[in-house]
């Protein structure tokens, strides 16, 4: 059915993590398990209280805009939204309408329409036959990011949802977790005949929580509508959700028009001027932000040329790709020969075995005690062939754990590797013995035998013997 073309907008919500909510000075604290102890009469909704501005919820709105390439509004201000729910007991929402902080932008050939700031409301909890209000979420600062509808198919919006995963958490203002809520998507998606200047009827999708889920969700409704514009039918705007299990979307309600929630200039806060350095300083603010996702990735394309999967992997950690760097400058200051080669080892090393060694911790990077410095080191006599990518596994380990520089620990834990022949033959000979059946198809010619046989004597050798002398004296005992 390529008869018909896909449209699709985003809107992002994403929860930043200030120390303090938006509007008061609770603590706007994930990790707190415990419900309705960062509350006040403020993020409670009484009457009467009146709400602060955050400023560094506003300064992180505009980072992530300057990130974008977005218009920061000279004069920006709050509104009111109207709506009820029991998870809102103002009544209202403060967001932002007209002026919000950042138009325009573009990210990943998406351009994006604007980016405003909010309050997140309380969490709701249903048990049974009642249900439960838990308000430390209440008044959490919330960015919302809506795109122009630009994007042409499920995959796309799933890379882009990754892209600002990525940004923000490059920007370091949000981290961004889809599974926590502290990202969420929704997706407002048409499908119209190929070659139509307009678009369908949009549907929106609600109730995503994972990026797979973007994905399918957005499978399932581009299909939906496609069957239904086949039939002659017509699709119906409104909001649908997204049933996990049962791997559909569901009717939810009708559109909901701006007017229903009669917008208002938020009379309790004063309207923002942005011009003024001494309240925002936008010239700092971009001084302050790092490489974004996107040229360091092309940046590591030209300077490292590793395999892409490699790329995304370092890519898609800031501090990561900053340590990688930093083992790779390491080890070009030790060692002038073999530095392609070396830079694959870092990324290597660094990409399965620290990486691995972090999550059996439940560690960061930033946090590892084994230093870019004693990294490379390691990368060195892993290059120079005196380690064995055995005992190099063994050696990171302790690196990690205790911060000892590989030859340190190279002695303490008597790893010197063993180059002496005639300790080796020992052990060669013993091997032959064993493993007559992988000499005898070693001769025949199955060159795979041998490094069968190499991977049994380094066993034996616990992995301290020279590999390659290993190798020379297997093949000269067997060819004799
Ligand atoms: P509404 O007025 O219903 O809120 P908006 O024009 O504000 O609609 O757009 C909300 C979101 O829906 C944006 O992300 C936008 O890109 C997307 N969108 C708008 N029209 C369409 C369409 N016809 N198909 C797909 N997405 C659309
Ligand atoms: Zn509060
Ligand atoms: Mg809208």
């Known amino acids: 059915m390529s008869q018909y073309k896909t449209t699709i907008g985003l809107e992002i919500h994403a929860e930043l993590k200030t ?32 709400p602060t501005i955050n400023r560094k919820a506003i300064e992180e709105v505009i980072k992530l805009g300057l990130a ?28 932002q309408y007209e002026l919000p902080l950042v138009k325009g932008g573009e990210l990943s050939g998406v351009q994006v329409r604007r980016i405003h700031l909010e309050e997140d409301t309380a969490r709701l909890l249903h048990e049974g036959n009642h249900s439960l209000v838990d308000f430390n979420r209440a008044g959490v600062p919330l960015i919302e ?69 973007v994905k399918n969700a957005l499978v399932h409704e581009i299909e939906r509508q496609k069957e239904l514009l086949e039939k002659g039918e017509k699709v119906i705007q409104e909001t649908r959700g997204w049933n996990e299990v049962k791997g559909i979307t569901v009717s939810q309600r009708g559109k909901e028009e701006a007017h229903d929630y ?74 002038e020969n073999g530095k392609s080669k070396g830079i694959q080892l870092v990324a290597n090393y660094l990409t399965s075995d620290l990486v691995g060694l972090l999550k059996e911790s439940g560690a960061r990077i930033q946090d590892t005690k084994a230093t870019p410095e004693n990294f490379a080191e390691l990368v060195v006599l892993i290059l120079k062939g005196d380690v064995s990518s055995r005992i190099a596994k063994v ?49 025949e010619g199955k060159t795979n035998s041998l490094q069968f046989l190499v991977g049994q004597v380094m066993a034996e050798a616990k992995g301290r013997a020279n590999p390659q002398i290993v190798q020379e004296i297997l093949k000269k005992i067997i060819e004799k």
Do not use: W
Not at 145 to 173: C, H, M, N, W
Not at 299 to 326: C, H, S
């Open 395 to 443: 050696i990171l380990r302790e690196m990690a754990a205790t911060g000892m520089d590989p030859n340190e620990i190279i002695g303490e834990k008597g790893l010197t590797q063993i180059s002496d022949e005639s300790e080796i033959t020992n052990t060669v000979e013993k091997i032959i013995n064993e493993n007559r059946d992988a000499v005898e198809s070693y001769k």
């Open 68 to 95: 974008l390439g977005g218009e920061i509004l000279n004069h920006s201000r709050f509104d009111r939204k109207s709506y009820f729910y029991p998870d809102l007991p103002k009544g209202y929402q403060i967001s």
């Open 19 to 50: 120390r303090t909510k938006m509007f008061c000075s609770c603590l706007n604290d994930f990790l707190e398990t415990r419900p309705n102890v960062n509350v006040c009469p403020v993020c409670l909704g009484h009457p009467g209280v009146m």
């Open 145 to 213: 990011l809506v795109t122009e509808p630009v994007i042409d198919s499920a995959l796309k919006a799933l890379e882009f949802g990754k892209e600002v995963q990525l940004i923000l958490r490059y920007l370091d203002i949000s981290d961004a977790d889809m599974e926590k809520g502290q990202m969420r998507v929704e997706a407002n998606v048409s499908v119209a005949p190929a070659g139509h200047e307009e678009l369908g009827t949009k549907v929106e999708l609600k109730n995503i929580n994972s990026f797979r889920a």
């Open 262 to 335: 009669r917008y208002l200039p938020e009379p309790d806060l004063p309207p923002m001027e942005l011009t003024t350095p001494e309240v925002i300083n936008l010239e700092e603010l971009r001084r302050s932000l790092p490489e974004l996702p996107e040229a360091k990735r092309e940046r590591f394309k030209q300077e490292f040329n590793l395999p892409e999967k490699q790329t995304d992997v370092l890519i898609g950690d800031r501090y990561l790709a900053e340590y990688f760097e930093e083992a790779v400058s390491e080890f070009l200051a030790l060692e």
